[in-house]
């Protein structure tokens, strides 16, 4: 194991970590012991105590069982934007000893069935907004029930602030006898039953994707996310009265570590957003004397900016962290001017649970991952031999430590490819190319994977073309990464169109017809017709070939600039 960044490492801290043997759900019930009148989170004018969070947990949990059958080990579906109900949904999922699929809400109708089919979800809990989505889905998948819940149930007065309009929507009902509703399972106030829930249960299934950009559930116990849960605790200094801002969705696992799972740990206050806005994100601060915000770098570079945010008050901010991609050294450097703060970034992925790897917050480095977390034994290696890499040598990024996840679910192969044995231990292959310097920082250099980065969501090129291919116009589809000053990358696709369409369609018709087919991070926001793409002689793709002619272009554009 790699010593090298001990140096570094914060001199308040231990260097290993001992994860509590309790579950999340114990987490709740002892925060809510402790500081019952306190508030958990604000939403939108209103405030909710821990008391009431884990009384309205309980009798969620109480219907899921009693009403809808939920049994243990059963996967539910939980489709639905940050809000109050997120929260209380996934702790009373655990509470009924059934697992949590969270499921991104950009997602479509098709590409959610996917989701229900592989995990064999039968009830879900989903957002009223979301509810269209559904409905087909409830006859002709697995999913027979669902909960639906209005988020303007929760708000309270907020002046000015002009509410995101599904946030606004009043609570809508529904001709459907398998729909029941959010306030109506609370004002059951059923029991649930005896709580057995052990660590090393299944907590959570975050679906990721591979090579093949098939999805894949990640395996994650009470063990694994306490793992993530505690280290963060300690490392980004959360205490009892941090005040955390949520911006980062929260069915993603850094939003659920970071910005869910960590505050109810340490009791801290949430100031929850549904939709992200840079000036209700700069009011909350001030209003609500945010502390710490872990966000993705696109947000803090549209947070800054800002042009009226000289007008607001954010002098409370102790901490700014994040990931999932990198954050321009110049937006470091205004950042820093303007807060007197270090923008503090990490590594993770959904087979991780969030990160593996911080910047230590009293020394960290731009557009760097980081150093290894507690217990966390990171190496690169060359992807073809396994050899392990020295200081500056580029290869894959391999981790083993206490956050990875136990497997796919219900893939063994894909499982046991994602795995490397070295000295003795599993090691788990992130795909990641990188390398590490003198002082044990890791850096970012390449993919192994043919994966886009747009704004930090994972786009699968793979996923997209098939999708592209339903188009009766499209007769080849290539799909490439491609530079993008806000996103980081966006995606672009290269386009030979069937003879009977040439001239009679648009660049912007197939954009135009790819975001009713796909979720908005995924669709392209760039094509282009060729007449032919260049191939291989065995007839693949050379997409590499189409990204390098975009960078090209980029290189160009910059030199005459």
């Known amino acids: 194991m790699n010593h090298r960044h001990f140096p570094y490492w914060p001199k308040r801290l231990s260097k290993t970590l001992t994860v509590p043997e309790t579950t999340i759900v114990d987490h709740l019930e002892t925060t809510a012991k402790r500081y019952p009148q306190k508030t958990a989170f604000h939403y939108y004018g209103s405030s909710y105590s821990y008391k009431q969070l884990f009384e309205q947990v309980n009798a969620l949990a109480g219907y899921l069982q009693r009403k809808l059958s939920v049994q243990r080990g059963d996967r539910v579906l939980l489709y639905m934007q940050n809000s109050p109900q997120f929260v209380i949904s996934y702790y009373a999922i655990l509470r009924a000893e059934a697992i949590v699929v969270p499921i991104n809400p950009m997602n479509t109708s098709d590409e959610l069935s996917f989701y229900i089919q592989d995990c064999e979800t039968k009830v879900g809990i989903v957002g009223q907004e979301l509810f269209a989505k559904v409905e087909p889905l409830l006859s002709s998948t697995a999913l027979d029930r669902v909960i639906v819940a209005a988020y303007s149930d929760y708000i309270g007065e907020l002046g000015d602030v002009s509410l995101p309009d599904e946030v606004a929507l009043p609570r809508q009902t529904y001709a459907n006898g398998r729909v029941h509703y959010w306030t109506d399972c609370l004002e059951a106030n059923l029991l649930p039953k005896e709580y057995n829930g052990r660590v090393d249960d299944i907590a959570v299934l975050p679906y990721t994707s591979g090579t093949t950009g098939i999805p894949k559930g990640c395996v994650h116990t009470h063990r694994t996310v306490n793992a993530n849960i505690v280290s963060a605790y300690h490392w980004s200094n959360v205490t009892s009265d941090a005040v955390c801002l949520v911006t980062l969705p929260l069915f993603h696992v850094t939003g659920m570590i970071h910005s869910m799972h960590v505050p109810i740990f340490a009791g801290a206050t949430m100031v929850m957003m549904t939709r992200w806005n840079r000036d209700h994100a700069a009011r909350f601060i001030e209003m609500y004397r945010c502390t710490h915000w872990v966000n993705i770098s696109t947000m803090l570079i549209d947070f800054l900016a800002n042009p009226s945010l000289s007008k607001y008050d954010i002098s409370s901010l102790a901490s700014i962290s994040g990931g999932g991609a990198s954050l321009p050294a110049a937006v470091g450097e205004k950042l820093f001017q303007l807060t007197g ?216 554009g910059g030199a005459k600039a």
């Open 341 to 556: 703060l270090q923008y503090v970034e990490g590594y993770g992925l959904s087979e991780t649970i969030s990160h593996t790897h911080f910047n230590p917050p009293d020394r960290p480095k731009l557009q760097c991952l980081g150093i290894p977390s507690f217990d966390v034994d990171a190496r690169i290696i060359d992807p073809a031999t396994g050899k392990e890499l020295g200081v500056g040598e580029v290869g894959e990024i391999v981790v083993h430590g206490p956050q990875v996840f136990k497997g796919y679910y219900r893939r063994e192969k894909e499982t046991e490819e994602a795995f490397i044995e070295i000295d003795g231990k599993r090691f788990f292959r992130t795909g990641d190319i990188g390398r590490m310097d003198e002082e044990g920082y890791f850096f970012i250099v390449d993919r192994v994977k043919r994966m886009i980065n747009a704004a930090g969501y994972k786009v699968w090129p793979t996923e997209v073309e098939s999708l592209l291919y339903k188009h009766p116009a499209v007769q080849q589809a290539c799909v490439v990464g491609v530079p993008d000053p806000r996103r980081g990358e966006t995606v672009k696709a290269f386009i030979v169109l069937q003879d009977d369409y040439v001239g009679k369609i648009t660049e912007q018709d197939i954009i135009e017809w790819a975001k009713t087919q796909m979720a908005a991070y995924k669709y392209p926001r760039l094509v282009e017709f060729r007449s032919s793409l260049p191939m291989t002689s065995s007839g693949k793709l050379l997409w590499r070939k189409l990204q390098e002619e975009e960078y090209q272009k980029l290189e160009k």
